[in-house]
């Protein structure tokens, strides 16, 4: 079984770090994100970013996405390791941590963006 949707992204602030040599650089980006599908609510994630020279890009980070629930809010953390690739971003990620459902606690899924800042994802069960 598969939990699948969309996300989008509500806003992104990113820093240069270090600059390198031949516009290549190190940065940190913090992102909004909506979440419809299996999976409705909000999310900030916190990426590291390493650019080359020709703007590609890959990256690693955490998010914390917080579902909307009947009772309480609940929390998913998901572990980021992606790439940035001719105006396409797409990422593995591990589930670290989970106050919505335990047995999600180390499942794998992916995304990968589509256009207007949106992105497909999904989450093996």
């Known amino acids: ?21 031949d516009g290549a650089k190190l940065s940190t980006a913090v992102v909004q994100q909506s979440y419809t599908g299996d999976f409705t609510g909000s999310s900030e994630v ?37 790439a940035f690739k001719n105006g396409v971003a797409s990422s593995q990620f591990i ?7 335990a ?4 499942r794998s ?4 963006s589509t256009e207007g800042g949106k992105a497909d994802y999904e989450i093996t069960t």
Request: some cysteine.
């Open 1 to 21: 079984m598969e939990l699948s949707g969309t996300f989008q992204i509500t806003d992104w602030q990113e820093n240069v770090d270090k600059k390198l040599s």
């Open 46 to 82: 916190r990426y590291q970013l390493c650019y080359d020279a020709h703007g590609d890009a890959i990256f690693v980070g955490f998010e914390t996405l917080t579902l909307n629930a009947d009772h309480a809010p609940a929390i998913l953390v998901l572990q980021h390791s992606g």
């Open 95 to 101: 589930v670290v941590a989970s106050s919505a459902d």
């Open 103 to 106: 047995s999600l606690l180390g």
């Open 109 to 112: 899924g992916s995304f990968k």
